[in-house]
C-alpha cells in the first residue's frame, strides 16, 4: 500500500463549482497536512497546512482532516479558471529537520473551464 | 512574500558530466531540502539539511550526490557523474525555526543526454 494516494484526475469543472480534492494515507506518524498547488514546471506553492483533525478555511479554501480515517479533503468553493493548476496533497511527521520531509501525492490536474 | 531563488532555470548537460544546483533560500531559514519531480511523477523527497550537515537523506540520495552550503546565503546540490535517469525537475526548499511553512523554489529542470 502506497504511503499517501490521490487520485490523478483530471478533474474537469465549470466556474464557480466547488471543488473536492482527497488524499488517503497509511502512515499514523504523519501528523501535519498540507496542501499545495503546483502550476506547469513550477514550485509547488503551499495553500493550506494543517495539524489537527477537523476544518481549517481560507478564503475560498477550506482543508479537513480525518486522522482515525486517515483521510484529508480540500474543498475549493466558487472556483475560478486561476484555479487550474495541479494540488499536491503532502504530509510529515511533527518536529525539527523531520517536519520539511514532506510525502506528496501524485497530485490532482484541475481545469476549472468558464 | 519571501521567496527562494533557484538558479540556473534549465540546465542540459552530457551524461557523466557533473552539475551543481544552486538555490538561495529565504534568508532566516534554518532548515533547507532538496527534492526532485521527475515528469508525470511525484514530487520525492532527496535530501535535509540543518547546521551544516544532512540530517536526512532517501535512497535516491546515493554517493553521486552532495550538498553544500558554502556561506550565508547559498545551498547547492552537486550530481558527481549524471546519469539518464537524473533528468529531473529539482527544487530547493526552506523552512524557519518556527515551522509550519515549507517554501518552495521555482526549480531547476536537469536534462541529461
Known amino acids: 500500500q502506497k504511503e499517501v494516494e490521490q487520485d490523478p484526475g483530471p478533474l474537469s469543472v465549470p466556474e464557480g463549482a466547488i471543488v473536492s480534492l482527497n488524499c488517503t494515507y497509511s502512515?499514523?506518524?504523519?501528523?501535519?497536512f498540507m496542501w499545495y498547488r503546483q502550476y506547469s514546471r513550477k514550485g509547488p506553492e503551499l495553500l493550506m497546512y494543517?495539524?489537527?483533525?477537523g476544518n481549517k478555511e481560507d478564503g475560498r479554501f477550506t482543508a479537513q482532516v480525518d486522522k482515525s480515517s486517515k483521510y484529508i479533503s480540500l474543498f475549493i468553493r466558487d472556483s475560478q479558471p486561476s484555479d487550474s493548476a495541479t494540488y499536491l496533497c503532502?504530509?510529515?511527521?511533527?518536529?525539527?529537520?523531520?517536519?520539511?520531509?514532506?510525502?506528496f501525492g501524485q497530485g490532482t490536474i484541475l481545469t476549472v473551464h468558464p | 512574500e519571501p521567496e527562494v531563488t533557484q538558479t540556473p532555470s534549465h540546465q542540459v548537460t552530457q551524461m557523466g558530466q557533473e552539475v551543481i544546483l544552486r538555490c538561495v533560500p529565504i534568508?532566516?531559514?534554518?532548515?533547507f531540502y532538496w527534492y526532485r519531480q521527475i515528469l508525470g511523477q511525484k514530487v520525492e523527497f532527496l535530501v535535509s539539511f540543518y547546521n551544516n550537515e544532512i540530517s536526512e537523506k532517501s535512497e535516491i540520495f546515493d554517493d553521486q550526490f552532495s550538498v553544500e552550503r558554502p556561506d550565508g546565503s547559498n545551498f547547492t546540490l552537486k550530481i558527481r557523474s549524471t546519469k539518464l535517469e537524473d533528468s529531473a525537475m529539482y527544487f530547493c526548499?526552506?523552512?524557519?525555526?518556527?515551522?509550519?511553512?515549507?517554501?518552495f523554489g521555482s526549480g531547476t529542470q536537469l536534462s541529461v543526454l
Open positions: 502512515n499514523s506518524a504523519f501528523q501535519y
Open positions: 494543517t495539524y489537527s483533525s
Open positions: 503532502a504530509m510529515t511527521r511533527a518536529g525539527g529537520t523531520s517536519y520539511g520531509k514532506l510525502t
Open positions: 526548499a526552506s523552512v524557519g525555526d518556527q515551522g509550519e511553512k515549507l517554501f
Open positions: 534568508s532566516n531559514h534554518l532548515y
